[in-house]
């Protein structure tokens, strides 16, 4: 069993509302730990997002509870209409889930336990709430900040590595369609979970201005990054669709099909080792002419087996998409390793690679 961040955080903001609560004498104290626990969020900006909607949200809630008390008691048809009516203001002021559904709490909360001094018990309860997303807001500033760079990086290298294997794979004909078919939904959540770490990163804020450069030329190189990796998906289920007419081509041109793959991967593997300082330039810069070379030695034959009809017009086309693919990647390739280039080579004492070393969690 595995405790990330967010859970520990979530704990600690618990145990700092409760007692917080409990000193200032706020009760029931639980209160404030119901609404830590929807307030926290993965990264400092979205937790400030958060807490200013929480505000709004449970200001709204808080005030119709009040005003519905005030006018037609607590009757539970006038609690269920109050909570309608915050739904539908809340809703049309387009704020979060997580805020919507603190503030039914927060309606239900006051509305459901009459008392003689309303206003003041409305009061308490509604500072109890705040105070549990203010605990969120502090744990999440304070402790475990979340380091999306790392984060995303390591799961972009991930992806690639498991991405590069099943090319390698299927081009030498060693895998079992079964398993590629079950591969490629897996890899299409792990897309999307990616795209998650980038908008994390990317709302990430940066206070002073040589940072937000900085951070503006690592949102480039990371995009590319990710462009890049979906373009090897894409060939990918490109190669598993279209294997059984690759294997009709003539032999050399499977062979320079898996060379080419194999220099590409390659260049790709370099290229996400040389961000971390792990490979240099030079290195690449040699992968990147044999990456040149293998294209036009791949486009050539592939157009030579047409001319000279070795291969039908039928045939021809169906390969087509994987040399397109092939292609594609490759060009995004050398657009990754060209912002790389220009990364490192100016304003070198600026653009500083902030990746921890990977720790077992």
């Given at each position: 069993?595995?405790?990330?961040?967010?859970?520990?955080?979530?704990?600690?903001?618990?145990?700092?509302?409760?007692?917080?609560?409990?000193?200032?004498?706020?009760?029931?104290?639980?209160?404030?730990?119901?609404?830590?626990?929807?307030?926290?969020?993965?990264?400092?900006?979205?937790?400030?997002?958060?807490?200013?909607?929480?505000?709004?949200?449970?200001?709204?809630?808080?005030?119709?509870?009040?005003?519905?008390?005030?006018?037609?008691?607590?009757?539970?048809?006038?609690?269920?209409?109050?909570?309608?009516?915050?739904?539908?203001?809340?809703?049309?002021?387009?704020?979060?889930?997580?805020?919507?559904?603190?503030?039914?709490?927060?309606?239900?909360?006051?509305?459901?336990?009459?008392?003689?001094?309303?206003?003041?018990?409305?009061?308490?309860?509604?500072?109890?709430?705040?105070?549990?997303?203010?605990?969120?807001?502090?744990?999440?500033?304070?402790?475990?900040?979340?380091?999306?760079?790392?984060?995303?990086?390591?799961?972009?290298?991930?992806?690639?590595?498991?991405?590069?294997?099943?090319?390698?794979?299927?081009?030498?004909?060693?895998?079992?369609?079964?398993?590629?078919?079950?591969?490629?939904?897996?890899?299409?959540?792990?897309?999307?979970?990616?795209?998650?770490?980038?908008?994390?990163?990317?709302?990430?804020?940066?206070?002073?201005?040589?940072?937000?450069?900085?951070?503006?030329?690592?949102?480039?190189?990371?995009?590319?990054?990710?462009?890049s990796l979906k373009k090897a998906v894409m060939l990918l289920k490109a190669l598993d669709r279209y294997e059984n007419e690759l294997t009709l081509m003539p032999e050399r041109?499977?062979?320079?099909?898996?060379?080419?793959?194999?220099?590409?991967?390659?260049?790709?593997?370099?290229?996400?080792?040389?961000?971390?300082?792990?490979?240099?330039?030079?290195?690449?810069?040699?992968?990147?002419?044999?990456?040149?070379?293998?294209?036009?030695?791949?486009?050539?034959?592939?157009?030579?087996?047409?001319?000279?009809?070795?291969?039908?017009?039928?045939?021809?086309?169906?390969?087509?998409?994987?040399?397109?693919?092939?292609t594609e990647y490759n060009e995004h390739l050398e657009h990754l390793d060209i912002l790389l280039e220009s990364f490192f080579s100016y304003h070198q004492s600026d653009n500083?690679?902030?990746?921890?070393?990977?720790?077992?969690?």
């Open positions: 069993m595995r405790l990330g961040a967010r859970i520990l955080k979530t704990g600690l903001a618990i145990v700092l509302a409760l007692y917080t609560a409990a000193w200032l004498g706020l009760e029931p104290a639980f209160y404030a730990a119901i609404s830590a626990t929807f307030a926290i969020q993965p990264s400092i900006f979205k937790t400030y997002k958060t807490i200013l909607e929480q505000i709004q949200a449970n200001f709204i809630g808080a005030s119709i509870a009040v005003l519905f008390v005030t006018i037609f008691g607590h009757d539970p048809i006038v609690i269920g209409a109050a909570v309608m009516f915050s739904i539908a203001i809340i809703l049309k002021l387009k704020l979060e889930a997580s805020a919507l559904s603190l503030a039914i709490v927060t309606v239900i909360i006051i509305m459901g336990n009459p008392h003689e001094q309303f206003l003041l018990y409305a009061s308490e309860r509604f500072a109890t709430i705040m105070l549990g997303v203010g605990a969120a807001f502090i744990v999440n500033l304070l402790f475990l900040p979340p380091k999306h760079e790392t984060r995303l990086y390591y799961k972009t290298a991930d992806i690639t590595e498991e991405t590069i294997r099943w090319i390698r794979l299927i081009t030498r004909h060693e895998l079992n369609q079964s398993s590629i078919k079950r591969e490629i939904p897996l890899i299409n959540e792990q897309l999307i979970k990616l795209d998650n770490y980038y908008l994390l990163y990317k709302e990430e804020r940066s206070y002073f201005k040589k940072e937000k450069l900085t951070k503006a030329r690592k949102l480039v190189v990371f995009k590319q990054m990710i462009v041109l499977q062979k320079l099909i898996q060379q080419q793959l194999d220099h590409l991967t390659d260049y790709h593997d370099r290229i996400l080792l040389r961000y971390v300082g792990k490979v240099n330039t030079q290195l690449t810069d040699d992968m990147a002419e044999e990456v040149d070379e293998g294209r036009e030695s791949l486009t050539d034959l592939f157009m030579d087996l047409y001319d000279h009809n070795e291969i039908s017009r039928e045939q021809w086309l169906r390969v087509l998409p994987i040399i397109s693919h092939i500083t690679v902030d990746i921890e070393e990977r720790t077992e969690d």
